[in-house]
RNA sequence: GGGCGAGUGGCGGAAUGGCAGACGCGUCGGUCUCAAAAUCCGAUAUCUGUGAGGAUGUGGGGGUUCAAGUCCCCCCUCGCCCACCA
């Protein structure tokens, strides 16, 4: 065996060797359990980077741990490669987005599998793959059919530098998540998937996920945004017709002093239109529209507004309330239109004050002066209270009341109950050429055509035109120009994309069935693999992608695809790897390549490093020192076994075998009982911190403890043979999932003729964790003051009187009285004293 | 404004309510060497003391408890998410 650890070398060997014999394949048929492990898949943007290796090595521990505890793991790997920057590089360099995408995920995978993750390759898969996309398509045509894909005309976002509408999902403070460009509003006719169908279930499902973070849960919740509220009509005055507003809070209906109509609602020119008010409404709308999404919904935004000279009437009190139009109401979310009760929301109170509304109090806190309805208010009161000024309500708490006055607004038909979500339904149409094409074709005669299945995939041409700001796929009339599927006419193809949120809502389920060409995939197969019993990713996925993928999986169960209704059973959001602070980014220039890490220290190192540096929830400082630190931990676990091989190769049947025996190990002297404590508490420790806790930075201090003290251990002259092997074994089986070359590569030259990798994880000895003598803390008032070693089975009696006897404790409770003294066996004895007197 | 986290040595971070600071980094000292690197050994919260020791100490303040980094209440700071959503 060589003396030196030569990282290069081993992995080198261990990789090519692993993906010759297909070591990670996962059997298709098996008595074990499924694991299904799973990190989220990257978009091949040419190299990884840190956030990769963090992802992947956290992912393929868990794969590791789980194929050595008996489980037969699905743990796969693809690409997400649609996508614009594709595209981009080919306006840039003139080269075809797929040759772009291909040479990317060329590179990226040799660099994965320089990291030595356990995939099955076998299964790798590209969304950008017509293979692949055949069924993107065939998904959307299943939602079509179901009524889930619609087209509407709307006011979309606008991303004027990508060219292209976006998702709400994807407009961040007003801006496009990607480019960072203000986004407009285009009425725009577009696809969409009606998400809020499933609105109410996919808020309520997360209850169902106690394996999730408890952070991603609330921002789902709060992303779903549901309400419960009243739509209440109030009916126009001098006129027919009425307007319905939106409310929370019918318990105020008494305190409305106006009303406030978006200024897009179209009642408003209604309204308006021939009257003295018409030309100073318009311009304010327009000005309005003029505004971008930033300068429209900012909070800090001065509150603008304008009476548009006509009335409504309050239907419970009968009061005549002026209808206003103003900047802070939007059309999309309830009705369009609010009523503004000023005493009691701080937005109206504002508008009021502003524009010297009427401000009418109908709910005091409790307990307040009865005097206290009338008083001027300094701002608005949104707390619960007694109700005022309400008339037959008065006096009610305002929660009973708000029931009340639903209850009779119902029952006179004035309105009605309503629930309202913040959610929209998902706008997937993207006016760009690198995604999957949206299977739909328009004919003059029969209108929205499908494709049907059997023409899928309907395929990307290569003859397109990439200039900026314009729909690519419109310029190839070979693509545009097709015949209706249904009557066979002159008919045209929908020249928008889809999202490609929408190949990531169902790529973990192709991975059960990944080369079917008849179907997306078995029954069997899904329903086998799925659910994923761990997902690794990052948390800026918590709403876009994890929410698109449960929606998904509940309309593919709802229409008999799949079984499970959750796609994710448990969900890991690693935290960032950082530099100097700050999350490493290109822009940035706070980079540190995996490549030149790999190359310096090898991948055992790199892997073991970024393991270990940080819990995997929280965000992680690259250190370059420690990494040196985790290298010089390898070469010392390699010095290590290299002085353990040969009294391991002599001892490789001894002790063992010899079954005959009832106890192998009972006749051991303290250091080596001692030792083997030690072994199997390590045993204990990482098994759980892999297991079940997650926790693999402690996991590895665990083994570098371990390593610690073997190496005190080798030195003493009573070293027993079959102990050192024991341990030697046991932390290299324990080691193998964080730095799988080393161990690989160990265990063979320790004598063993198959993988360590198919070896079974090594089992607590609970005999072994039993102690003969144990530390005990004597502490007073609480204080550490002394420690004693007793035997470990001493009674409860004759520890307290041993603890009182010793010196220290003495010292500390001469001259004082005696309260009480508190025993935890093997572990602490704590006597309470105070002074005398 | 609302929601969710987090705050522990010089640094990354450990601690089922029971010895705070494991493990790693850094620093200092030693071993080895002609020398350096690597290796190996030791020290390393703060104050105080020559020393054994003593006191203090987990963002701040209160509380529960024999015992609190950990549980409860109030506050401060930072991070993330949402936000004129009626």
């Not at 496009?176 to 986004?183: F, G, K, L, S």
Request: aromatic share 10%; proline share 5%.
């Amino acid at each position: 065996m060589e003396e030196k650890y030569s990282f290069s070398k081993i992995e080198q060997k261990w990789q090519g060797h692993w993906i010759e014999s297909k070591a990670y394949k996962t059997e298709d048929s098996s008595s074990k359990p499924k694991y299904y492990a799973l990190a989220m898949f990257p978009y091949p943007s040419g190299d990884l980077h840190m956030g990769h290796v963090r992802n992947y090595s956290i992912a393929d521990v868990i794969a590791r741990y789980k194929r050595m505890t008996g489980f037969n793991v699905l743990h796969p790997i693809g690409w997400d490669s649609f996508g614009l920057p594709a595209e981009n590089a080919a306006i840039k360099h003139q080269t075809p987005p797929a040759d772009w995408t291909w040479k990317n995920i060329a590179n990226m995978r040799r660099q994965l599998k320089e990291m030595g993750i356990s995939y099955d390759w076998d299964r790798e898969m590209a969304t950008c793959h017509p293979g692949y996309y055949k069924w993107t398509q065939w998904m959307f045509i299943e939602l079509f059919k179901h009524g889930l894909a619609y087209k509407k005309k709307a006011a979309v976002n606008w991303c004027p530098s990508c060219s292209t509408v976006l998702a709400n999902e994807q407009v961040v403070d007003g801006a496009c998540e990607r480019c960072d460009t203000v986004v407009t509003k285009k009425i725009l006719e577009q696809w969409f998937f009606k998400i809020t169908d499933y609105a109410d279930v996919l808020l309520q499902d997360l209850d169902k996920l106690p394996g999730w973070p408890e952070k991603v849960k609330a921002m789902q919740r709060n992303w779903i945004g549901r309400s419960e509220g009243m739509e209440v009509k109030l009916p126009l005055l001098d006129r027919s017709g009425e307007i319905s507003v939106y409310t929370t809070r019918v318990d105020t209906l008494f305190g409305v002093s106006y009303v406030v109509l978006a200024p897009e609602h179209p009642l408003v020119i209604e309204l308006v239109s021939g009257t003295e008010y018409e030309a100073g409404v318009l311009a304010f709308i327009k000005k309005m529209q003029g505004l971008n999404e930033i300068a429209r919904t900012s909070t800090d935004a001065e509150k603008e507004g304008l009476f548009i000279g006509s009335y409504c009437l309050n239907p419970l009190s009968g009061e005549k309330v002026p209808i206003w139009i103003a900047n802070y109401v939007l059309l999309e979310y309830g009705t369009g239109a609010v009523m503004g009760v000023p005493a009691h929301d701080e937005r109206d109170f504002e508008f009021a004050t502003k524009y010297s509304l009427k401000i009418r109090s109908v709910i005091v806190p409790a307990g307040s002066a009865a005097d206290m309805k009338d008083q001027p208010l300094k701002g608005a009161y949104t707390g619960e209270g007694i109700m005022v000024n309400s008339g037959s309500f008065d006096g009610l708490d305002s929660n009973e009341g708000l029931e009340r006055m639903a209850d009779e607004a119902e029952r006179r038909g004035m309105g009605q109950r309503k629930v309202n979500f913040r959610l929209r339904d998902w706008l997937i149409s993207r006016q760009r050429y690198w995604g999957t094409p949206i299977p739909i074709v328009y004919c003059d005669s029969c209108g929205t055509v499908p494709v049907p299945e059997e023409q899928l995939p309907v395929v990307l041409p290569a003859d397109v035109v990439f200039k900026a700001g314009e729909n690519p796929l419109a310029s190839s009339a070979s693509f545009t120009d097709t015949t209706c599927p249904k009557c066979g006419g002159v008919a045209r193809r929908e020249t928008d994309t889809m999202d490609t949120f929408v190949c990531s809502s169902w790529y973990f389920l192709r991975y059960t069935d990944p080369r079917n060409t008849e179907v997306p995939f078995t029954k069997t197969a899904v329903d086998q693999w799925m659910n994923v019993d761990q997902y690794v990713g990052g948390v800026e996925h918590a709403i876009l992608h994890l929410l698109y993928a449960r929606f998904f999986t509940k309309a593919l169960r709802d229409m008999g695809y799949v079984k499970a209704d959750e796609p994710f059973q448990n969900l890991l959001t690693q935290g960032m790897v950082c530099l100097d602070g700050s999350k490493m980014s290109k822009s940035k220039g706070n980079i540190v390549s995996p490549e030149v890490i790999i190359g310096n220290y090898g991948a055992d190192t790199a892997r073991l490093f970024i393991l270990f540096a940080a819990p995997p929830e929280r965000d992680l400082e690259w250190s370059d020192q420690g990494v040196e630190g985790c290298y010089r931990f390898l070469n010392r676990v390699w010095r290590l076994v290299a002085q353990y091989e040969p009294v391991i190769k002599e001892n490789l049947n001894h002790r063992s075998s010899s079954t005959d025996q009832a106890d192998p190990w009972a006749s051991l002297n303290a250091i080596n009982k001692e030792m083997r404590r030690h072994t199997h508490l390590a045993i204990q420790r990482v098994t759980i911190d892999i297991g079940t806790r997650n926790n693999f930075n402690t996991a590895i201090s665990t083994i570098m403890e371990w390593v610690n003290a073997l190496y005190i251990y080798k030195e003493q002259p009573a070293a027993d043979a079959a102990v050192g092997k024991e341990a030697v074994e046991a932390m290299l089986l324990l080691l193998a999932p964080f730095a799988p070359h080393i161990t690989e590569e160990l265990w063979l030259e320790i004598g063993h003729t198959e993988s360590i990798h198919k070896q079974c994880w090594p089992e607590v000895d609970k005999a072994a964790l039993v102690q003969d003598e144990v530390t005990v803390v004597l502490q007073v008032n609480g204080k550490v003051r002394d420690r004693i070693t007793v035997a470990a089975d001493i009674s409860k009696a004759d520890l307290e009187k041993k603890a009182l006897e010793q010196p220290k404790v003495l010292e500390f409770t001469e001259g004082k009285a005696f309260v009480k003294i508190i025993t935890v066996s093997g572990k602490l004895v704590n006597i309470v004293v105070k002074d005398a007197g």
